[in-house]
């Protein structure tokens, strides 16, 4: 029976150090590197860090490392952003708020409009019915209740 072999780690180069990304790629690409050229393997280390090091970052405030640089440049940058995020965040609940205290208004208006027509054409209706005006009464309390059915029908 032959021996197997144990996969050897790549070799790490003495020039590296582990902790640094460019270090880490080339640790993990040792093997796939090994029959290039210095300048070769450069460019390559080169490209696949630049790639690596490429990140996203989506939110309402910047990256910490980018509030950093703002504090360089403008002084109590990072206080200034963070408190212009406060005020838009501040100001959109408060538009919410408004719309939906607006919305409830409406909902409940159309509600006591709907209710008093109905009321009305009910009313209406009996007074024509009262004055023997039948079909009069007939087309009011026809309208009224085909408006009640589609009303209740869709849930409003």
């Given at each position: ?14 020039n590296t150090e582990k902790e640094t990304l460019e270090g880490e790629v080339e640790v ?13 393997r450069e460019q390559i280390l080169t490209k696949v860090t630049a790639i690596v090091k ?78 023997e005006m039948l079909p009069l009464a007939a087309l009011l309390l026809g309208a009224t ?12």
């Amino acid at each position: 029976m032959a021996k197997r072999e144990t996969p050897k780690e790549p070799e790490v180069p003495e020039n590296t150090e582990k902790e640094t990304l460019e270090g880490e790629v080339e640790v993990q690409l040792a093997p796939v590197l090994k029959d290039l050229n210095r300048v070769q393997r450069e460019q390559i280390l080169t490209k696949v860090t630049a790639i690596v090091k490429t990140e996203a970052f989506s939110g309402p405030l910047p990256h910490p490392r980018h509030l950093e640089e703002y504090n360089l440049i403008v002084p109590n940058g990072a206080d200034r952003i963070f408190k212009m995020t406060e005020k838009v965040i501040e100001s959109n609940i408060s538009v919410n708020e408004r719309g939906q205290k607006y919305e409830q208004i409406y909902r409940m208006t159309g509600m006591i409009l709907g209710f008093f027509s109905l009321m009305l054409l009910v009313v209406l209706a009996f007074l024509a019915g009262w004055y023997e005006m039948l079909p009069l009464a007939a087309l009011l309390l026809g309208a009224t209740v085909v408006g009640s059915i589609g009303m209740f029908i869709k849930g409003r």
